[in-house]
């Protein structure tokens, strides 16, 4: 069995909590989240530094000032995710996953969408000629 280290050593305590007879194993808080996740990362092979990104971007989502959040919350764990710090550049500037926009590209076009419509100015009457 591979050695995990002092790093996972904490991430252990989690899977033996998740073994009691008391704990539901379909319970899980923030805290054993928080294990869980730099268990799976002491794991991975990745050196790099890794980001969080928000995926849609703030600037895209629906804001409700009464209440002051974003729909989804900013912090929903469903739509952040980690990146290496060279991925999180090229979907913010350069292109999305799979070829889609970028980030800042789909911000533009909702800033677009949101702006209110000029009225034309097509001449009322034909010209004389």
């Known amino acids: 069995m591979r050695q995990l280290g002092d790093r996972a050593a904490g991430s252990m305590q989690w899977?033996?909590?998740?073994?009691?007879?008391n704990t539901p194993a379909f319970r899980i808080?923030?805290?054993?989240?928080?294990?869980?996740l730099e268990f799976l990362l002491s794991c991975l092979p990745i050196q790099k530094p890794?980001?969080?990104d928000h995926d849609p971007p703030l600037a895209v989502r629906q804001f409700?000032?009464?209440t002051g959040k974003y729909k989804p919350d900013a912090n929903d764990p469903n739509h952040l995710f980690y990146r290496t710090a060279e991925d999180h550049r090229v979907k913010t500037n350069?292109?999305?996953?799979h070829g889609q926009y970028s980030d800042r590209t789909l911000i533009k076009r909702e800033r677009r969408r949101?702006?209110?419509k000029k009225p034309s100015h097509w001449p009322k009457r034909r010209f004389g000629s």
């Open 29 to 36: 808080t923030r805290e054993s989240q928080k294990m869980l």
């Open 50 to 52: 890794l980001e969080l």
């Open 64 to 66: 409700n000032p009464r």
């Open 114 to 116: 949101q702006k209110p």
């Open 15 to 21: 899977a033996e909590s998740m073994t009691k007879p």
């Open 94 to 97: 350069i292109r999305g996953e």
